[in-house]
């Protein structure tokens, strides 16, 4: 499996927040900040996630913003 | 500062590639994974940034895809 | 505070409307037009946002796009 | 012509920056701010933009990020 | 009519999923696998889609993931 | 392999434009219209793609506007 994108991690499903149309899914990742992902409830129930399972978690570089507070 | 986005991490340049544009930035974040992030010349100028500097790394959640391999 | 962004408008909030896991912002910017951010409702937390409040928009240029009409 | 996004601004192209691939769109929109958009080569040419030409700058919601600082 | 995004397509709508503040609008297109788009509600009711009604679905190239299996 | 994304489609390489960031990777669909992907060098070559190569075409609903002409 290889994706076009330069960001790729590996995360664990910490919690899924429901709602009519879109869900946010919480990740814990190796690292001190957590990470949140929105798709459609859709989504979710073809990946079939529940809290504990293993997932890549895949951002293109164009997404990714740099701050310099 | 308070950002209105779900994932934000702490990262290190460490390297900088221009083309005539954009450019990529790549990352050193505290996990195992690296990141990066592309942005137009005139961004990393307004910027200034450097190898080593430290940045502010911040993703929409919308724009997080998870995959389940 | 330096952004690697290209688009970059203060604006004052004037409507929230919330959902279950979303939210819409509608802003006020100096220009005819309207603007709006769509986030998690656990962002417009963090953020602390309400009606009449000043904020930045941010907007990387690759996901603006341009129509002839 | 209606569009599916809640930001909306009518721009005037003041300057065209190209790389091989992409290229940089600088924009004067009824505001104090500038605005940009990054497209590839192949959009501008089916676009025809040239300096001076008036575009509709079309942002999903989704896209746009708060910052407060 | 001319759009600064290299995907575009004709899309029919098939079916509209309604939340608080975003829906999908899920597509038909002349290919095997069908598309969606989520929104916001105001942007649905600006469109005034609605089932079996022709639309133009464009998505700018870097917002399109390749994966090799 | 799955994916949470409400777009996917088969793709076949048809044309890949390089710079020295991004390249541009033209796809066949089996629909009338093209498609595009925009990425980094970097993930083109970890992609290791070439023309004719087979892909998956990947896009987030919340990345696809709809536009009624």
Do not use: F, W
């Not at 690292?31 to 079939?48: F, W, Y």
């Not at 293993?54 to 997404?63: D, E, F, G, H, Q």
């Amino acid at each position: 499996m290889k994706y076009g994108a330069r960001n790729q991690l590996i995360g664990k499903v910490l919690e899924i927040k429901k709602g009519t149309v879109m869900c946010q899914v919480q990740l814990e990742i190796p690292a001190k900040s957590p990470m949140a992902s929105v798709m459609t409830i859709d989504s979710l129930e073809e990946l079939g996630l529940k809290v504990g399972d293993s997932v890549k978690v895949v951002v293109k570089a164009v997404n990714v913003l740099l701050v310099r507070e």
